[in-house]
């Protein structure tokens, strides 16, 4: 039997999705060890093996087969635009996709002005600037702290996550649009959804049954 290998988004993702799997049967001892410097965790009687991975390397390992599932935020999945079947949505890493700024940039968004935007997401922010909003913009892309730009004069607005909105409340911004609700998804890679079909949909199905009932205890 081969191994079903799991690639997941480092950090807290990773640890609501293992908790979740755990809930329908699937763990890792392995993989409890904080300190460990390991990449990849085996568990032989599963068959089953996981790593981690930086988020938006995720759909790559999927998408070439080097995982045959993953769970990633759909920022990611719509960021990379890899092909992969996106198979459950964990209802878990809740928030949205924004366009921020201070409230005086608003009158910017659909003006038909050239203005800049500053994003980890480049082509999130493009496709919504172009497509939705008709809008030819200048994408400069950051690595973090996106709050930052609008700050100190790098661009007019964002376009990034916000959660609970305190990073743009505590810098003066503002949610100016909203683009999409994003949460946590689990996808599957296109050829092992066919070759290793039984495997693979009853796992589907043992992540449907735990966020069903998740969403019944609330
Ligand atoms: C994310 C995002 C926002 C913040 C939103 O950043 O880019 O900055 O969280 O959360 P809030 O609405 O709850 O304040 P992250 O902490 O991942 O770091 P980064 O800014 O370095 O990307």
Not at 78 to 103: F, Q, T
Not at 149 to 170: F, K, M, N, Y
Not at 171 to 195: H, T, W, Y
Request: one cysteine or more; hydrophobic letters at 45%; a neutral charge.
């Amino acid at each position: 039997m081969r191994y079903i290998t799991f690639a997941l988004a480092k950090g807290r993702l990773a640890n609501k999705a293992m908790e979740m799997l755990g809930e329908m049967g699937i763990f890792c001892e392995e993989m409890k060890d904080k300190d460990t410097r390991k990449l990849i965790f085996v568990n032989e009687e599963l068959g089953l093996r996981f790593f981690l991975a930086k988020a938006n390397d995720v759909p790559t390992y999927v998408e070439y087969g080097a995982a045959d599932i993953g769970i990633v935020g759909l920022d990611t999945i719509l960021e990379e635009g890899r092909k992969l079947y996106e198979v459950a949505d964990l209802n878990v890493g809740k928030c949205r996709m924004c366009v921020a700024g201070p409230l005086s940039a608003k009158e910017l968004l659909g003006s038909g002005k050239l203005i800049r935007v500053a994003t980890k997401y480049p082509n999130i922010a493009k496709d919504y600037f172009y497509n939705q909003l008709h809008q030819t913009v200048e994408i400069i892309k950051l690595n973090g702290s996106i709050e930052l730009a609008p700050i100190v004069g790098l661009s007019e607005v964002i376009v990034d996550i916000v959660e609970t909105g305190s990073t743009l409340r505590e810098n003066g911004l503002e949610v100016l649009e909203e683009i999409v609700p994003l949460s946590a998804r689990m996808v599957v890679n296109q050829v092992s959804m066919k070759m290793e079909s039984e495997r693979i949909n009853a796992i589907i199905k043992g992540m449907r049954e735990v966020i069903e009932k998740r969403n019944a205890a609330k």
